[in-house]
């Protein structure tokens, strides 16, 4: 009996073992097919990241040579390629390694023109009002924010369009600036449209496509889309750039530059979109306006300023014997050069280089806002600040330059709009 229950518990196990190995052979072939398919989706997924890097180069390629790169002093003396033939300004004799703190705005290929088109800071509207030169199908305010002086305006309505009232006669080229102030999560972002009215004018227009032709700038933390669009054909044009997005709850100062049909736009010392054709031929300017969809992104926005673009910097100095700058800008009551001004200095810089013999006269000017005596002597340390950062940055001989101050006292247009004393506020090369 005890041999009849050995033998069964014997022919029991082996049974049992080879089931056993039934399943391990099974087993391993599963594992084997599954890390086949592993490898597999593996190879897909670098094939999907390779093709995603290729789509963003397409915007990067032209940034490349801005990016700053580390113990490289020489790195922001490149001239972008396509800086519309713009030269470069000579390197002073005895330039250190080290760069000097404005060279990082190499790429600011732009100059402000000589004319201001249109100056919108709210300066003339009450704390708590809605401004009195736009409309909204939503709701708005002015405010004042702690980070920043000045008033703005708060565009806190959801589905919102923001419009100014009148018209602007922008011409073929032209430079818009804004500080925005964005706040909390800005992914969906907000929407700057420039754009020809059509004959049946409203005074807000919230369509999605507004007038006859256009282009659409949103803005957002992650990226800049912008579109080019004509309604009368049907059709658009897109372009994207993950280059230098704005900063929630910073002062964000944006250029935008419209030449014919080609789009620039400027954010923390870089260009970080160029697109040669992105505006429909014969498109004509007149209106502009904000709006979001998101609801999260209620931003602040001031200091809108449009100006001519490109002067004749050569012929204004040296033909003529004076130039206006609009492209040198400061901090409400300060003497210190905003680094956006970096354009317009290099260009005066370039013209001095090219004319050794020529002298000028730096004059500052401000508005009337404020105590005569201050404004003199703010406008004189303006134009002090001017000088050392043409002798500092780019090598211009001090004794070429003078310097003087008018403050409110020499005034080219009445100080009773926005506008009026953007145009006072001024910084006036006077040849010697």
Request: glycine letters at 6%; hydrophobic letters at 35%; charged letters at 30%.
């Amino acid at each position: 009996m005890k041999k009849l229950i050995l033998l069964f518990v014997l022919m029991l196990t082996v049974t049992m073992l080879a089931s056993a190995q039934i399943d391990v052979n099974s087993k391993v072939k599963n594992k084997v097919n599954n890390r086949a398919d592993q490898r597999t989706d593996e190879g897909i997924e670098r094939g999907i990241d390779a093709m995603e890097e290729g789509v963003k180069d397409i915007f990067k390629k032209k940034d490349k040579k801005s990016t700053p790169k580390k113990n490289q002093s020489d790195e922001t003396n490149e001239d972008d390629s396509e800086s519309e033939g713009q030269p470069a300004a000579s390197k002073p004799a005895n330039q250190t390694a080290a760069p000097q703190k404005l060279e990082s705005f190499t790429q600011y290929d732009f100059v402000a023109g000589d004319q201001v088109l249109f100056y919108e800071d709210f300066s003339q509207d009450a704390i708590g009002d809605f401004p009195a030169l736009w409309t909204t199908n939503g709701s708005g305010e002015v405010k004042t924010v702690n980070i920043a002086s000045g008033k703005w305006l708060h565009m806190n309505g959801d589905d919102a369009v923001y419009c100014y009232l009148n018209k602007v006669n922008f011409p073929s080229n032209f430079i818009v600036e804004f500080d925005i102030i964005p706040v909390d999560d800005f992914y969906g972002g907000y929407l700057l449209t420039l754009y020809e009215d059509n004959a049946e004018e409203r005074e807000m227009n919230d369509d999605l496509y507004p007038g006859n032709r256009g282009i659409h700038i949103n803005f957002s933390s992650t990226s800049w889309d912008v579109s080019g669009y004509d309604n009368e054909k049907g059709i658009d044009t897109k372009g994207r750039s993950e280059a230098n997005p704005v900063i929630s709850e910073k002062v964000n100062h944006v250029i935008v530059w419209v030449q014919n049909r080609r789009l620039r736009i400027y954010h923390l010392g870089r260009k970080v979109v160029d697109l040669p054709t992105l505006i429909f031929t014969g498109s004509k300017f007149d209106k502009l306006r904000f709006s979001g969809w998101d609801r999260a992104a209620y931003p602040f926005i001031s200091n809108i300023k449009i100006t001519t673009a490109a002067p004749d910097t050569r012929s204004k100095l040296i033909t003529e014997g004076k130039l206006i700058s609009y492209g040198i800008t400061f901090d409400v009551n300060s003497d210190k050069v905003k680094p956006e001004s970096y354009g317009a200095l290099k260009d005066i810089a370039t013209v001095l280089n090219e004319n050794a013999g020529v002298r000028v006269c730096i004059v500052g000017h401000t508005d009337s806002d404020g105590d005569d005596a201050k404004n003199l002597d703010l406008s004189k340390r303006r134009a002090e600040s001017v000088k050392a950062s043409l002798t500092k940055d780019f090598g211009i001989d001090a004794a070429r330059l003078e310097t003087d101050g008018k403050g409110e006292g020499q005034p080219v247009a009445p100080n009773n709009t926005a506008e009026s004393k953007a145009r006072n506020r001024r910084v006036e090369f006077i040849k010697l």
